[in-house]
């Protein structure tokens, strides 16, 4: 039933479902669009407030209020002959907006919802310059203000920012997801993680693919928690993300269901299909719709993705994904041991480190008398020594380990300029553009993300 609206701005308008905005709310995402907007949008904008506030009476006045600020709008008499009205009357007056208010129906399959008027809302508020908050778009700040805005703030403090983009990557069978399982469970409880501070918030996960897995794991985590899950909620179907839709319904459906702080998107290659993963058209596109899903919603988006053939050039496909996103988390695996590796923090300080294995544990008994096995995380402090195998030999990983170990100081550490040095100038020379000292930069980290090396400083030396 519909709550009165009469009083405070602040009350809630519905006692349910609790997803819908408070009319203070409403009124902020109103203040940057203009109501001489055109005939459609109007409509449009008019169908959200509607919606957001089940067509009641303070919907109503707030919708009114906003339109009678307008200048000229077109319209079309029940004759059906267009006419525009005056400049100084775009308003047509409380009896034009109730007749189109009535006209709603909250019940409809097409409903125009918050989602869509806080990204329109946006887009309007950078149109003319101004954020959602009243801000000049180019406003000239004195630094000790500027020190004083939003420090960065955590999911997982040192390894998941509350950011717009982020990826976890690795090969398959690397245990990657199992690792975004444990982050978002970790989130949604406010549990540590590894030893981290996490700042519990509303978890989304999406399941492009694997379902019956993700089923299984979640009966695995209650049996680990006195029969508790961990309060994930779940999209088992994929997204196209190479659309233009279907970020937008996911939005709303998140919206729906209670909002989201964190979403992950389990797997990028499954939620993107038909993308060429090594196109910028096209996997820039599916980026620009995940951030703008992250727009919609307010969340950080956490994409799980695979490495390509050679583990040393980072995520698969695209080089432009590990410049778009906030954060990368790099998962590798040696035998049962597993190590994840922050390879990029954009704000803060990356190279942390954390192994684990998968402990296998029987989640129940199938129709043929068989055991259901699951895994869940074991942490571990540190990866045992000599389980990290030497890379092949004519890799380039190789060739590095190779140099370093031939060429060390009595310190037993190496010049990392010098070792890279050493090595470009055995790798054949390009045709195109030089980016030997890139790829070689790239498979020195790799080492150090597996142990094989530690870079201190300017120098590195083995482990």
Known sequence: MTRSVEGSTNEVLTAEPRHKLMLAEIAELLKPIDPSIGYHDWIRVLMAVHHET????????????????????????????????????????????????????????????????????????????????GR????????????????????IKGVLPKAELAVVYGPSGSGKSFLAFDMISAIATGATWHGCKTTKGRAVFVLAEGSTGFRN????????????FPGVRIVDSAPNLLGEQDHVLLAKEIEISGGADLI??????????????NAAKDMGRVIEHCKRLHK??????????HSGKDES??????????????????????????TASVTK????????KFAFKLVPIEICID??????????????????????????????????LDAIRGDLSIDGRISISSVIETVEGLLPQPEGRDTRKQHLSRALRALAAKGLIAIEGEKCRCQ
Not at 119 to 127: D, G, L, R, W, Y
Not at 264 to 277: C, N, R, V, W
Not at 296 to 305: E, F, I, M, P, R
Not at 313 to 338: F, M, P, Q
């Open 264 to 277: 992950i998107i389990d797997t990028l290659a499954a939620s993107s299909p038909g993308a060429d993963e």
């Open 217 to 228: 794991r979640l009966m695995a985590y209650a049996m680990m928690h006195a029969g508790n």
């Open 367 to 400: 129709a043929d008398g068989d055991p259901v096995i699951s895994c869940v995380l074991e942490y571990l402090a540190v990866a045992p020594p000599g389980t990290t195998k030497a890379p092949r030999p004519g890799t380039i990983e190789r060739t590095l």
């Open 54 to 133: 089940s067509g009641n009476a303070g919907g109503l006045e707030l919708a009114d209020e906003w339109s009678r600020g307008g200048h000229t709008r077109d319209f079309v008499r029940d004759g059906g002959r267009l006419e525009t009205a005056a400049p100084e009357s775009k308003y047509m007056g409380r009896a034009d907006v109730t007749k189109h208010w009535d006209s709603f129906d909250t019940e409809r399959s097409n409903i125009v919802s918050a989602a869509w008027l806080k990204k329109f809302s946006a887009e309007q508020a950078e149109s003319r310059g101004h954020s959602l908050e």
């Open 296 to 305: 919609s919603t307010g969340a950080t988006v956490l994409l799980v993705h």
């Open 313 to 338: 050039k980072g995520a698969r496909g695209w080089s432009g994904l590990r410049a778009a996103v906030d954060a990368e988390i790099e998962v590798n695996r040696t035998g049962d041991y597993r």
């Open 345 to 352: 923090l954009k704000d803060g300080e990356d190279g942390a």
């Open 136 to 155: 000049r778009r180019f406003a000239v700040v004195p630094d000790h203000q500027f020190v004083e805005r939003n420090p960065l703030v955590w999911h």
